[in-house]
């Protein structure tokens, strides 16, 4: 049943329009929440940084940039603590990938081609596991996604979708790549610092972080403090 939304005191106890507001959209929230009263899933401490809750908040959907290492990164904490995951929509997504940013393969289900169904896949699979990460194939209908929307408050589950989604909880976009490895145009690729920023209904003041996405290990791991370890960004340019 909705939560009603009371009305303003009157009289001596008028308040400003300021306190009113954020009074009604705490009412929202409290309407809107999960109903299974879980705490958030567990992230790296670079992304418990990044969001409100310091965690992926159950029911809540996230829009994150197209970056297969983004998404890898934020569910592989949670993998490890024995959340199950699901990646539609992803043929490029591998198993070693996932690996070597500690997502457990045992609890990742791939369902790589679902076709035009996609949300229809997701939607179903949002009813058993607690985190889906989805990328689109098409753009959905706005009933479908308040539908949606309404599946995983009830259910508690971890809606990421890669691109844009109407009505996202929080973005996350990764921006300002710094590649490093190679000497004088020689060498291996070994680590690419970015710049992750995020952004929620809960706290719209963007907050940022730099971060080796991946690092020399192959998974998330913190910027050097000394500004020597990476080299500057690296042009190529391709041949003949």
Do not use: C, K
């Not at 308040?15 to 959209?25: F, G, I, K, Q, T």
């Not at 890669?162 to 004088?184: F, K, N, T, Y």
């Amino acid at each position: 049943m909705a939560t009603p939304l009371s009305h303003a005191p009157a009289g001596h106890d008028r308040v400003s329009p300021a306190d009113e507001l954020r009074r009604l959209r705490a009412q929202l929230d409290r309407a809107q929440a999960p109903r299974v009263d879980n705490p958030p899933l567990p992230v790296h401490p670079l992304f418990a940084s990044l969001l409100p809750e310091g965690g992926l908040r159950p029911g809540s959907s996230y829009a994150i940039s197209a970056s297969p290492s983004l998404l890898l990164a934020l569910i592989s904490t949670a993998s490890r603590a024995g959340s199950w995951a699901a990646a539609i929509g992803m043929p490029t997504l591998g198993a070693e990938a996932a690996a070597s940013f500690g997502v457990d393969l045992e609890r990742l289900v791939l369902i790589p081609e679902p076709g035009q169904r996609w949300l229809a896949v997701a939607a179903a699979v949002a009813e058993v596991l607690p985190i889906v990460a989805v990328r689109p194939q098409g753009r959905a209908r706005d009933g479908d996604v308040a539908r949606l929307s309404a599946r995983l408050r009830d259910r508690g589950t971890v809606l990421l979708v890669m691109g844009e989604w109407p009505g996202a909880d929080a973005l996350l976009s990764v921006s300002e790549p710094r590649w490093s490895g190679l000497d004088a145009g020689h060498g291996y690729l070994q680590s690419r610092e970015v710049t992750v920023t995020a952004s929620s209904r809960r706290s719209p003041v963007p907050r940022s972080v730099r971060m080796l996405l991946p690092g020399p290990g192959g998974g998330l791991e913190a910027r050097p403090t000394h500004d020597t370890a990476l080299a500057p960004p690296i042009r190529i340019r391709a041949a003949g």
